[in-house]
């Protein structure tokens, strides 16, 4: 497959030196701040180290750029993806993905991409040899130190984002990110306090609840470090100190908040489980704040989706100890999170009412591409959406088992609540079983109308060509 890339030009205009600490506190990762850059340029970059015989690290043997945003764009593309887990067992698939990722980023001019979650997989899923909670259980008599858990969801990421095609990738466009449940551990916060230490059971020990409930926090603590070092250095600053990642950006006049489903999440919590009291008064304040701003379309990132599978599937199933049951209390749609999710699209669908701006959910985690269509009885002039790109390279489901998932989405239905009747229906417009990534196009075109446009490309590893399916929002009403 041939790849196009920007060539730099005859004429260098400048050059700048930026110096740069790495450290091994940090695992040699580090952010450069670049100021007075100009909108709408591409930059080139490389990376040298003048204490070395052979400086160049990179940016010799590949030509290295980004673009920056534009100040009054009249289209913004950028693209979504999630679920980075290309091992069957020692062999790595679906790599072709990723190229034909930075492919379609190039051609269209790509702005930005999101990372909705899981962008790594801490817990053996596709590669048993990769499950930092096994090699825990094991040694946990050893007391392993907050200091050997880091290193553990290190080595992780560098395995994960060692691999040549996903390192293209992120050199080459800006990229947003927040982390899901397989960064810190399958489920996490979605389990009871002995659901939580019973993953760290062996069958011929008596539980320490409470020793495996200080081992587990202390792991937490770990991922939290490594994912500020590898995933939220890419994203807006914000104050890490009281464990904020959730953040809003702009580009153009698109709007965006990123929430963290994963952070603040505890099911033992007796209300705003999924998001946490102060996460939600972030939320609202920039909800609120929409009434008057500038953007003329609003992007909402939920690393679990808003809608996707049947209510009766995801709270019937609710099996305490079940292997699946954390990923059913994940869902908005699980009766623990009604009064959360109510509480959710009330503003949404007030705002998207009242403004006559779309909202768009963007979302990962289901190992599934959908799109589905939100209405309110009360707010017929709202344009509410909910689309999903899951994942890009997930080995770990067979066809078999992506066909079950494939029968408990949702066709066309009320969404449950604690309500008497809910006013929120759900219309499915498209389901996607093979491993997808997105890519969004948003224009303003000339009659002061807008057009988004939804390509979701597929494939799977037995195949050599891919497919894509175009959803136009602006065109479902």
Not at 34 to 49: E, G, M, S, V
Not at 169 to 179: C, D, G, N
Request: proline residues 4%.
């Amino acid at each position: 497959m041939r790849l196009t890339s920007p060539s730099i030009s005859q004429e260098i205009y400048s050059v700048t030196f930026v110096p740069l600490q790495l450290n091994q506190e940090h695992d040699l990762t580090g952010v450069v701040d670049l100021k007075n850059l100009q909108p709408d340029t591409r930059y080139y970059y490389a990376l040298f180290h003048l204490g070395r015989e052979n400086p160049w690290e990179l940016g010799n043997e590949q030509i290295l750029s980004f673009q920056t945003f534009p100040d009054h764009p009249t289209e913004v593309n950028f693209g979504m993806y999630s679920c980075h887990m290309p091992y069957d067992e020692h062999q790595l698939i679906n790599l072709e993905m990723w190229d034909k990722f930075r492919q379609e980023l190039f051609d269209t001019n790509a702005n930005f991409l999101i990372g909705t979650g899981d962008q790594v997989y801490v817990d053996g899923e596709g590669n048993k040899q990769l499950n930092i909670w096994s090699w825990l259980k094991k040694n946990k008599k050893q007391n392993p130190s907050k200091t050997d858990m880091i290193s553990w969801y290190r080595d992780i990421f560098r395995g994960y984002w060692g691999i040549p095609q996903v390192q293209q990738l992120f050199q080459s466009f800006p990229t947003y990110m927040i982390w899901d449940d397989h960064e810190i551990m399958d489920g996490w916060g979605s389990y009871t306090l002995n659901e939580l230490a019973a993953q760290l059971d062996t069958s011929w020990q008596l539980r320490n609840t409470q020793e495996h409930l200080r081992l587990a926090n202390e792991m937490f603590e770990a991922a939290k470090q490594v994912y500020q070092e590898y995933e939220h250095s890419h994203n807006p600053p914000t104050d890490t100190t009281v464990d904020q990642f959730d953040y809003q950006f702009n580009c153009g006049f698109c709007g965006f908040y990123v929430l963290d489903m994963r952070g603040h999440h505890d099911y033992n919590r007796k209300e705003l489980r999924l998001l946490g009291a102060e996460q939600w008064e972030r939320f609202d304040g920039w909800l609120n704040s929409q009434y008057n701003s500038e953007s003329r379309v609003l992007f909402i990132v939920s690393p679990v989706p808003v809608v996707h599978f049947k209510s009766f599937a995801v709270n019937n199933l609710d099996i305490p100890y079940w292997k699946y049951t954390d990923d059913l209390r994940d869902h908005w749609d699980h009766k623990s999170n009604w009064a959360e999710r109510d509480q959710l699209l009330k503003k949404v669908f007030e705002i998207s009412q009242k403004t006559k701006k779309p909202i768009v959910f963007l979302s990962g985690d289901v190992h599934m591409g959908a799109a589905f269509k939100l209405s309110h009885e009360q707010s017929p002039s709202a344009k509410v959406f909910q689309l999903t790109s899951s994942g890009i390279a997930y080995a770990s489901l067979s066809k078999f088992a992506m066909q079950i998932l494939e029968k408990i989405v949702i066709d066309e239905n009320f969404i449950e609540s604690n309500e008497t009747k809910s006013p929120y229906k759900i219309e499915k417009i498209h389901i996607c079983i093979k491993n997808n990534f997105g890519l969004l196009h948003v224009k303003q075109l000339a009659d002061e109308e807008l057009s988004i446009i939804f390509d979701l490309f597929s494939s799977d590893h037995e195949k050599k060509t891919f497919d894509r399916e175009r959803i136009e929002l602006n065109k479902i009403l």
